[in-house]
């Protein structure tokens, strides 16, 4: 069974760093795209990037180039996204996802992020 | 970029109701269009893609049409377990967008 399971709830401080992560089992890590979704408290879906993990290669949104970061260690069949400096807009539930061809067809739960001074 | 919207923004109907919601892109994509449901406190959940392609072991009162800008998914007989808000998403050459999303309740 394919599951990707992520990293628990975070609440930090403005200018804080963060990083969450998502596991992926049940498949061949290396060769599915991940990918990274938004969803900011009462809006829409938003997608923010994609990695290979097997090559790391990484492509992101306009609208989030510069302002997280995508990586992912293979060996441990994990993604990461990071932040070097959140801000309360920041606050929403990430949601890592699988890719296959040009869907996402398995999700993780969701990691909440809290930022508040 | 392309740009995507659907309609209405949120819908309320019967249980029983058949529920048609619509996705536009600005501009032709071909059949390259999913729709996901999301649940709240849920992960968000494929029921569609390639337009009408469903996803294994997803109930066949969901299903999709179109091509090219103009997309229809339909709920043929609204049960009350699909309370959620559905969005539809392009993908091309790696890159992904998703349509605002429509709410749909239970009257």
């Known amino acids: 069974e394919v599951q990707l399971v992520q990293s628990g709830a975070e609440v930090k401080k403005p200018g804080e760093s963060l990083k969450i992560s998502c596991k992926g089992s049940g498949y061949t890590f290396d060769n599915y795209w991940i990918g990274w979704v938004r969803q900011m408290p009462g809006k829409g879906l938003e997608w923010l990037g994609i990695?290979?993990?097997?090559?790391?290669?990484?492509r992101y949104s306009p609208l989030f180039q510069g302002q997280v970061t995508i990586s992912a260690d293979k060996s441990i069949n994990t993604a990461f996204l990071q932040w070097s400096s959140l801000r309360d807009s920041d606050t929403a539930l990430y949601y890592c996802a699988r890719i296959w061809i040009g869907w996402f067809d398995s999700w993780g739960q969701g990691t909440q992020v809290t930022v508040s001074s | 970029d392309i740009r995507m919207t659907q309609s209405p923004s949120s819908l309320s109907a019967s249980v029983g109701d058949r529920v048609t919601i619509t996705c536009q892109a600005s501009q032709d994509i071909r059949d390259y269009l999913s729709w996901y449901q999301h649940k709240p406190g849920q992960a968000p959940k494929l029921l569609i893609y390639d337009a009408s392609n469903s996803e294994t072991g997803v109930p066949s009162r969901f299903s999709g049409s179109g091509s090219g800008t103009d997309f229809t998914f339909t709920i043929s007989n609204l049960q009350p377990e699909d309370i959620g808000t559905y969005y539809c998403?392009?993908?091309?050459?790696?890159?992904?967008?998703f349509g605002p999303g429509t709410k749909v309740e239970i009257k």
């Open positions: 990695i290979f993990p097997a090559d790391s290669e990484t």
């Open positions: 998403q392009h993908y091309d050459n790696l890159v992904f967008t």
